[in-house]
């Protein structure tokens, strides 16, 4: 098993694709847990950041918003599921907003190492979205 990741409210901020000022409101209301790390940076865990970012993403999507992108894009996030097969996997990436799926190898998946909870990017071309380890 892999050491689940944390991130510090700026580094949690980017990938939600909030000011670090709302992610630390965030924070101090308690919608999303944090502890402190030896040097006192209040931080958040993988897991219970991935689940947040789904949260913030359904309670801001409107049916009206458009996405302003080009068939080439790359969207920094959090994978949010990881779903194994025999032979085929699932993974989900919440980067912001934007809710992406990509259908990939079972040996790809565990050549990155991909779990829930760690920064992934999602690079989006025509109808096929790869995801980077970051």
């Known amino acids: 098993m892999t050491h689940m990741q944390s991130y510090t409210i700026g580094q949690a901020a980017r990938l939600l694709g909030v000011s670090a000022d709302t992610a630390r409101r965030w924070a101090d209301a308690g919608r999303v847990a944090t502890h402190r790390d030896d040097s006192g940076r209040r931080l958040i865990d ?29 969207f920094a996030g959090i994978v949010t599921a990881v779903k194994l097969g025999d032979v085929a996997a699932q993974v989900e ?31 989006v071309k025509s109808t096929n979205v790869h995801i980077d380890r970051a």
């Open 46 to 74: 993988g897991r219970d950041l991935a689940a947040f970012s789904v949260e913030v993403a359904r309670s801001s999507a409107t049916e009206d918003e458009v996405p302003y992108t080009t068939a080439r894009n790359a």
């Open 93 to 123: 990436v919440q980067a912001g907003p934007h809710r992406l799926v990509s259908l990939l190898t079972r040996e790809a998946v565990e050549e990155l190492g991909l779990e829930v909870g760690m920064r992934a990017t999602a690079r």
